[in-house]
């Protein structure tokens, strides 16, 4: 072994010594990213203390040791340029984190900046929430009412190109780092879609991204609309406010419940906890599994269901994630709900952050997280109980047919209310097929509800 080879074995280890207290001194702090970044979820832990590290379960094995020191000094000899130590030590770190899965990263620099910046407040962007599978770029879901989502970009849309540049892994930053920048700046993305032949190109003008987490309405006298975008540290309160003003427009219970999860990419944990509890009177909502005895939680419904019981239909579809596929999990495992669409996202890992110093940190897969009755969601996902595909109705051409009461002299109905039968699709159905379909459902099931008891 050459004698430079020999000698990094020490200069590795005293690095490893002086890093690893690093981990155990920092908490990991909570972390909620807006759109545009990778989600992250708040550690498990609800008391702040930091994860505690596992002991190591064996030492290193010399002779891997000896194989990725003699690497690096193959590098630092060989290569057709010079590569300093830190740009090589860096560069091993990325790579073990990112062959874990597509959530675990290094974040150094720049990295570790913007997500700092992201905690903290809006920024400028498109609103596109992505993962990487494979080597591909994929949109988990746009948020509303911003600059992607107005355009027509749809979950699932495979990212090819930013501003004619080609985008794909192994790491999501340049791909967010292209799609951020100055409010009124443009981007163009060119996505590949499934049902497309040709790729689709999306001018977008960036814009503040600031997206309300809670937005509710009457869709007709007693059923209401929940619409829930991302889950905001502000997510639990405001559903309870929007309940409150929903019973109080409809002088008491509601008759029904529409929530709305699709296209929701998550968020804070404790948010989708609250939210779960608004309409649960008890029991398991969530937990967690890791390695690690901080990794694992326990999370249950205090007694008050603050929609009062109200009938509840809850629509999921490919771009709902993480902190709405918790939520989604538990009302169903509780057959609280009925869940409609098409099956979620399937993200069911926690990631926390470990900083190492000031200006880097990792982003580690802790934990996964179980529906009350042990189903994992990871890569599996929620899978509706009906499914209702995403489309919009047309009413058909009719033929002129004769009824009663177009013959002459007939006679009139002693009813003096005459319901309309036009056979034209209401603009709900025209506009949201499945949103439609959720009211239709809960209508029904009112109807029942009210012979049984009458």
């Known amino acids: ?73 193959r590098i630092r000899s060989a290569y057709v340029e010079d590569v300093d130590d830190r740009t090589l030590f860096e560069s091993a770190i990325r790579g073990m984190l990112d062959a874990l899965d597509p959530h675990s990263a290094y974040l150094a620099g720049r990295e570790y900046s913007d997500l700092q910046e992201a905690t903290s407040g809006s920024f400028g962007g498109v609103g596109l929430e992505v993962s990487i599978e494979g080597s591909e770029v994929r949109v988990i879901a746009p948020l509303d009412d911003t600059p992607a989502q107005r355009a027509g970009v749809l979950a699932g849309d495979v990212i090819l190109e930013i501003d004619g540049e080609t985008v794909g892994g192994p790491t999501l930053l340049p791909t967010i780092e292209a799609m951020r920048g100055e409010p009124g700046t443009t981007v163009t993305l060119r996505v590949r879609r499934n049902e497309a032949e040709d790729p689709l190109e999306f001018e977008l003008v960036r814009d503040v991204i600031e997206v309300a987490s809670v937005n509710a309405e009457v869709l007709e006298p007693g059923f209401a609309y929940i619409r829930i975008s991302q889950f905001q540290s502000r997510t639990g309160r405001d559903l309870e406010r929007a309940l409150g003003q929903l019973q109080d427009q409809n002088g008491g219970k509601l008759d029904g419940i529409v929530l709305d999860l699709r296209n929701n990419p998550g968020g804070v944990l404790q948010a989708s906890v609250q939210v779960a509890d608004s309409f649960l009177s008890g029991g398991r909502i969530v937990y967690t599994e890791g390695r690690l005895a901080g990794a694992e939680a326990s999370y249950d419904a205090t007694a008050d269901d603050l929609s009062n019981g109200a009938p509840m239909v809850v629509l999921v ?31 069911g890992s926690v990631q926390t952050v ?16 179980f529906t009350p009755n042990g189903r994992s969601i990871q890569a599996q996902g929620i899978v509706p109980d009906i499914t209702v595909e995403r489309g919009r109705v047309r009413a058909a051409e009719r ?24 056979g034209d699709p209401s603009a709900l159905q025209s506009e949201d097929y499945q949103v439609a379909e959720a009211l239709n459902l809960l209508k029904g099931l009112h109807l029942l509800s009210m012979r049984s008891e009458g």
Not at 319 to 331: P, R, T
């Open 1 to 73: 072994m050459p004698l430079a080879t020999a000698r990094l074995p020490l200069v590795l280890i005293a690095a490893l010594l002086a890093v690893a207290p690093t981990f155990a001194a920092d908490a990991p702090p909570r972390v909620e990213l807006p759109a545009g970044t990778e989600r992250i979820e708040s550690e498990p832990r609800g008391d702040g203390a930091p994860l505690p590290l596992a002991p190591p379960a064996e030492a290193l094995p010399l002779e891997d040791l000896r194989a990725f020191v003699e690497v690096i000094d």
């Open 317 to 347: 579809n490919e771009g709902s994630a993480s902190a709405a596929e918790i939520v989604a999990g538990a009302l169903q495992d509780h057959h609280r709900a009925v869940i409609m669409g098409t099956p979620s996202f399937g993200k």
């Open 354 to 369: 470990l900083p190492l110093s000031d200006d880097r940190a990792i982003k580690l897969t802790t934990a996964l997280y």
């Open 399 to 422: 033929q002129a047919r004769t009824r009663e009461a177009d013959l002459p002299g007939h006679l009139d109905s002693p009813d003096a209310t005459q319901g309309s039968d036009s």
